[in-house]
């Protein structure tokens, strides 16, 4: 099937601990990209990337770390200097440019405890 | 500044209603592409419509129809004969050329409207 996996669907974190969110794609889309969805404020972009080896911060990138070794992968690790991590992830993928649109993984619902 | 405003946080009709979703837009660019997505209760975004800004045509696609107003920067969507399947998260999003760096396809999404249709 092709498609966005991302694990797991649930995640519990103690406060302290840093935590990855996996996302990965079958869709040999070049650019990919984690929002993060808090209730009443839309999506926001944490971080993006357009090519292996290369990614960009978005607007909410304090706290956050990703990288981008091959082209399926796009892992979110949530560390614990992100003050206030529980939330919603989703991960996008897309074809480079801006006329894209983009495809969505089902989340990760990040709580932490 | 680029900004997206869903000014309905919640809308409930009555199946069989029709029911419009408003979407007003910012930009400062020439070029720029509006998006409608529809998230369904299991969270996943799912695509709707893309519309470029030098196509003002209205479109259609069954019981969903968008009107892009390029005077007024308004992107709405109309949903004809609501069905309880169109329960959902709507938001509408921009991308253009200056949004983010290059040609990145970084999207600004606005803060959603809830549709609730009941039976």
């Known amino acids: 099937d092709g498609g966005i996996t991302q694990s797991p669907k649930y995640l519990f974190r103690k406060e302290g601990q840093n935590v990855t969110l996996s996302c990965e794609q079958n869709?040999?889309?070049?650019?990919m990209y984690w929002y993060r969805q808090d209730p009443g404020q839309g999506l926001r972009l944490i971080y993006y990337?357009?090519?292996?080896?290369?990614?960009q911060k978005g607007d909410i990138a304090e706290g956050y770390s990703v990288s981008r070794e091959k082209k399926e992968s796009f892992p979110l690790t949530v560390t614990s200097a992100q003050k206030n991590p529980t939330a919603f992830y989703l991960c996008?993928?897309?074809?480079?440019?801006?006329?894209?649109?983009?495809?969505f993984g089902p989340g990760t619902r990040l709580t932490v405890l | 500044a680029q900004k997206v405003t869903q000014a309905q946080t919640e809308i409930s009709v009555v199946e069989k209603e029709d029911v419009t979703l408003d979407c007003v837009y910012e930009?400062?660019?020439?070029?720029?592409?509006l998006f409608w997505y529809k998230q369904p209760p299991s969270g996943e975004l799912v695509f709707l419509i893309r519309?470029?800004?030098?196509?003002?045509q209205n479109e259609i696609s069954g019981r969903y129809s968008w009107n892009f107003q390029k005077s007024t920067s308004s992107f709405n969507f109309t949903i004809t004969a609501s069905q309880v399947v169109d329960s959902a998260v709507y938001f509408c999003?921009?991308?253009?050329?200056?949004?983010?760096?290059?040609?990145?396809?970084?999207?600004?999404f606005g803060q959603g409207t809830t549709l609730q249709v009941k039976p």
């Open positions: 930009t400062r660019d020439t070029t720029y592409y």
């Open positions: 990337s357009q090519i292996v080896n290369d990614f």
């Open positions: 869709l040999n889309h070049d650019a």
């Open positions: 519309r470029n800004s030098f196509d003002e």
């Open positions: 999003a921009l991308s253009g050329l200056l949004i983010g760096s290059g040609n990145t396809g970084k999207l600004i």
């Open positions: 996008a993928t897309g074809e480079e440019g801006a006329h894209n649109e983009q495809f």
